[in-house]
């Protein structure tokens, strides 16, 4: 255990900031799930507007560091290419 009052500040830092990026992620990936869950359903609509929510969402963590630049676009990139997929007519 910490015993400098400088490192238990720390500590409490830490786990404060460990719940608080664990909140953030939770939203990101029920976002994530319920955005693939309208495409996959073929509610194209409800996907259009609840893409532009999760790319906003998205770009918040990437800015706050809790998932990583790359990773956010990758998430961006295939969420767009799913809607554009099932928005496309059938052949």
Known sequence: MASHAS???AHKQS???RDRNRQYRTRLRSALKSLRAAITKGEVDEAKQSLS???SLIDKM???GIIHDNAGDRYKSRLARRLAKAT???A
């Open 7 to 9: 490192a238990l500040k």
């Open 15 to 17: 786990l404060l900031r």
């Open 53 to 55: 929510a999760t790319v």
């Open 62 to 64: 990437v800015g706050k």
């Open 88 to 90: 496309q007519p059938s």
